[in-house]
């Protein structure tokens, strides 16, 4: 399919009718967003309204810009040079980028774990839960060691370690790691969870406790989650967003986007016939 023709569908496409969906007030919401790494734009005018307490799914090509997108939401796109962003992004209805929230304050709100777990290697598996803790000051241990406790307790990570929370962070298996740094995002009691293909690094199984972790999840948070896998994305998610060539082409209800997409594109795309 060719460009013109992309273009063609995605104007046929009114974001703005999703948006008005959404009965009560987002959690977040993208308005007019763009974003550019220097003279390239990755990602033109998105309109995307995200439920709280619900999972919603960033699916599409690679390349697509759903990394981009996830990284917008808490600020992290602006940490690559020459990057800059254009729009809004509303939580609780304010902008993030007006300058009336604080960086550090918009990162403590809005959580990220990314495709390869990353525990620091030279910290315990203790120190690693509570590693934003201690950037933020704190250091009242007691405090520090019933954080651990509950944020390793929420990733149900807490019985497998708790007799040796000494151990390096890296010493864990894949899919425990990964574990420990939703642990380590929890730990600072964010209020949206991003999650960039959190599973990509995983075996079936580990894949599986992440899934139902995900699940429980939302009951607390409002998670934003990246995934190539649409079975993945039918499993978890309650909202799906289709992104293609940095256009939000269609969202809506999981249940719609897989199995009544309004657009011929979505169809191909979650049918396997691209991508």
């Given at each position: 399919?060719?460009?013109?023709?992309?273009?063609?569908?995605?104007?046929?496409?009114?974001?703005?009718?999703?948006?008005?969906?959404?009965?009560?007030?987002?959690?977040?919401?993208?308005?007019?967003?763009?974003?550019?790494?220097?003279?390239?734009?990755?990602?033109?005018?998105?309109?995307?309204?995200?439920?709280?307490?619900?999972?919603?799914?960033?699916?599409?090509?690679?390349g697509c810009g759903k990394s981009t997108l996830i990284r917008c939401?808490?600020?992290?796109?602006?940490?690559?040079?020459?990057?800059?962003?254009?729009?809004?992004?509303?939580?609780?209805?304010?902008?993030?980028?007006?300058?009336?929230?604080?960086?550090?304050?918009?990162?403590?709100?809005?959580?990220?774990?990314?495709?390869?777990?990353?525990?620091?290697?030279?910290?315990?598996?203790?120190?690693?839960?509570?590693?934003?803790?201690?950037?933020?000051?704190?250091?009242?241990?007691?405090?520090?060691?019933?954080?651990?406790?509950?944020?390793?307790?929420?990733?149900?990570?807490?019985?497998?370690?708790?007799?040796?929370?000494?151990?390096?962070?890296?010493?864990?298996?894949?899919?425990?790691?990964?574990?420990?740094?939703?642990?380590?995002?929890?730990?600072?009691?964010?209020?949206?969870?991003l999650m960039d293909e959190p599973c990509s690094a995983l075996d079936?199984?580990?894949?599986?406790?992440?899934?139902?972790?995900?699940?429980?999840?939302?009951?607390?948070?409002?998670?934003?989650?990246?995934?190539?896998?649409?079975?993945?994305?039918?499993?978890?998610?309650?909202?799906?967003?289709?992104?293609?060539?940095?256009?939000?082409?269609?969202?809506?209800?999981?249940?719609?986007?897989?199995?009544?997409?309004?657009?011929?594109?979505?169809?191909?795309?979650?049918?396997?016939?691209?991508?």
């Open positions: 399919m060719q460009r013109e023709e992309i273009e063609t569908v995605h104007e046929t496409y009114t974001t703005a009718q999703a948006v008005r969906s959404v009965s009560e007030q987002p959690k977040v919401e993208l308005k007019q967003l763009s974003a550019f790494y220097g003279k390239k734009q990755a990602l033109y005018d998105i309109d995307l309204a995200i439920r709280p307490n619900q999972v919603t799914a960033l699916i599409g090509p690679s939401i808490n600020r992290m796109h602006e940490l690559v040079p020459d990057a800059k962003v254009r729009g809004q992004v509303l939580l609780d209805g304010s902008n993030i980028y007006s300058g009336s929230l604080n960086v550090v304050d918009v990162r403590r709100r809005i959580g990220m774990v990314f495709q390869k777990p990353n525990p620091f290697p030279n910290m315990s598996i203790a120190d690693n839960a509570v590693a934003g803790l201690k950037l933020d000051g704190v250091r009242n241990k007691d405090k520090l060691e019933e954080a651990a406790r509950r944020s390793l307790g929420q990733v149900y990570l807490w019985e497998e370690v708790k007799d040796d929370l000494k151990r390096s962070g890296a010493s864990l298996s894949g899919g425990q790691q990964q574990r420990l740094c939703i642990a380590r995002a929890l730990a600072i009691e964010p209020e949206v969870i079936p199984t580990a894949t599986a406790k992440i899934e139902e972790l995900i699940a429980e999840l939302k009951a607390q948070y409002t998670v934003v989650i990246v995934t190539h896998n649409m079975q993945q994305a039918s499993r978890v998610a309650d909202y799906t967003a289709f992104l293609y060539l940095g256009k939000l082409i269609e969202y809506g209800k999981t249940t719609t986007i897989f199995e009544n997409p309004r657009e011929q594109l979505t169809e191909r795309y979650v049918t396997g016939k691209f991508g």
